[in-house]
Nanobody, 125 residues
Framework: QVQLVESGGGLVQAGGSLRLSCAAS????????MGWFRQAPGKEREFVAG?????????YYTDSVKGRFTISRDRAKNAVYLQMNSLKPDDTAVYYC?????????????????WGQGTQVTVSS
């Protein structure tokens, strides 16, 4: 089993920054996909960013966050991060860390095998 624990959410003004962290414990997979998703009230969970685990580090982003968000990972700490800059009110959501055993990249939430509990990000205007 893999356990994922997010931290770093909070309240920030528009234009500000936050850094989310996801600590992974238990069994981890070389080459697996780690991703960040978000879910706003009344909306479906959506893909935000992904990174190809501990192997090649290829990164993927949804269009709305490109140039503002950066996903990274620290293999030694079994951690994944999401640096969020130039935040907008539309970024307000619960952010989830997720892990996928397969090395095939996907943005579909139901293709991910493990999930954290989520951390709230609120951006005020």
């Amino acid at each position: 089993q893999v356990q994922l624990v997010e931290s770093g959410g909070g309240l920030v003004q528009a234009g500000g920054s936050l850094r989310l962290s996801c600590a992974a414990s238990g069994r981890t997979f070389v080459g697996s996909i780690m991703g960040w998703f978000r879910q706003a009230p009344g909306k479906e969970r959506e893909f935000v960013a992904g990174i190809r685990g501990w192997s090649d580090g290829n990164t993927y982003y949804t269009d709305s966050v490109k140039g503002r968000f950066t996903i990274s990972r620290d293999r030694a700490k079994n951690a994944v991060y999401l640096q969020m800059n130039s935040l907008k009110p539309d970024d307000t959501a619960v952010y989830y860390c997720a892990a996928r055993r397969s090395v095939i990249v996907t943005t579909a939430a139901n293709e991910y095998d493990y999930w954290g509990q989520g951390t709230q990000v609120t951006v005020s205007s």
